[in-house]
């Protein structure tokens, strides 16, 4: 057998959801992508939502309505893909690099607090595989140094932190809907926030900084729509379309279940793994839920180990590599992070996944490497 590291769940729904889009003959932002917003911010408990075209989208615009003077510092976290850091470049902003927690994959709060100074801009964290971060703390971080936090959600759908959905804080939270994500839309971020000032900007920031988006020029008549419009400034062509909604408006029907499943999979791998020497269990407390994007597991001899599972046809990856040692980044020191990325390993981790797919996989962890 093949067991897959990603697999989306695609239902029957979106193909009936998208083919009815196809029909209107309107494929663009839209009524659809209008009622995502809507129905994705009851979901997270949001005050408001603005879709866009990917989370990298969506990290950037919650970037650029900081308004950052440029050279500002941002602290962010080495253990998480380019897009979250590569973000801060495009406003010529400076990451600073803090240190994580090494059985969890997420950035750590006392690093995070050591290396504020009078140029940070902002804190950014990122909920490693699903697991939230310590937000009360980030939190209280941020309003003692009048400092915002934004979170990348890009792992955490469905997430919980202190019985409250994540996205639903009062900063700037970007969420993706790329293929292998828990709510997979194809394609797509949303952005979720609570201050009501940022509505405006955002959603002229996605399109090219136009006021009216097409949809919105329609002519009540139905004789199409006006040529009038104004640019308020220079913006991004980062909206999402009525095809991606559609298919994110039928997966989000599934979300709960979708999760509940992952956590039987958590659950069936962790009692397995436990006390198997050489494997390190990842830490969960009881105060959040993960959504259980990632099942990271930290091992020795790490690279033998994924070449045992690719000879039993087992798909695993490495969920990720330092930033900080890309070429466009300042190298740090950073002894927690480096110790996790030469251990970890993601396991297939998909609603898909069978019981004896699961157990196939931890056969042949036990059986050593």
């Known amino acids: 057998m093949r067991v897959r590291l990603f697999k989306p769940n695609v239902r029957e729904r979106a193909i009936d959801y998208v083919s009815e889009v196809l029909r209107t003959g309107w494929l663009g932002m839209g009524p659809k992508t209008e009622e995502f917003e809507r129905v994705f911010s009851e979901c997270v408990n949001s005050r408001h939502c603005v879709a866009v075209n990917s989370g990298t989208s969506a990290l950037h615009l919650a970037i650029k309505v900081l308004n950052l003077p440029p050279g500002s510092e941002v602290i962010t976290t080495p253990v998480t893909f380019v897009s979250t850091n590569h973000v801060l470049l495009y406003e010529d902003l400076k990451p600073v690099f803090a240190d994580i927690e090494p059985d969890t994959g997420n950035i750590d709060f006392q690093s995070v607090a050591s290396r504020i100074t009078e140029k940070t801009g902002a804190i950014m964290i990122m909920h490693y595989g699903g697991y939230p971060c310590s937000l009360d703390d980030f939190y209280g971080l941020g309003r003692n140094f009048n400092i915002p936090v934004i979170e990348d959600c890009a792992h955490a759908c469905g997430a919980e932190y202190a019985g409250r959905k994540i996205g639903s804080h009062d900063s700037l939270q970007a969420f993706s809907f790329d293929p292998t994500k828990n709510l997979t839309a194809g394609s797509g971020g949303a952005l979720t926030f609570s201050d009501a000032e940022c509505e405006k900007r955002l959603r002229q920031l996605r399109y090219l900084g136009i006021d009216k988006d097409p949809h919105r020029r329609k002519d009540a008549g139905g004789n199409g729509y006006t040529h009038q419009y104004s640019v308020e400034e220079v913006g991004f062509r980062y909206h999402m379309n009525d095809v991606t909604a559609a298919i994110g408006l039928a997966q989000i029907e599934y979300l709960t279940e979708d999760n509940n499943r992952r956590e ?36 020795e001899s790490r690279d033998r180990l994924i070449e ?29 992070a480096q110790y996790f990325c030469d251990r970890v390993i993601s396991l297939p981790m998909h609603t898909s996944l069978t019981d004896d797919e699961i157990d196939f996989v931890i056969k042949i962890i036990r059986g050593g490497w």
């Open 308 to 336: 045992k599972l690719r000879r039993n046809d087992v798909e695993s990856a490495v969920h990720f590599s330092r930033c900080d040692r890309y070429k466009m980044y300042e190298e740090q020191n950073l002894p927690c």
């Open 264 to 299: 039987e999979i958590v659950d069936q791998y962790s009692e397995s793994l436990c006390g198997i020497a050489g494997v390190e269990l990842l830490r969960r407390e009881n105060d959040r839920r993960s959504s259980n994007f990632l099942f990271a597991v930290l091992v």
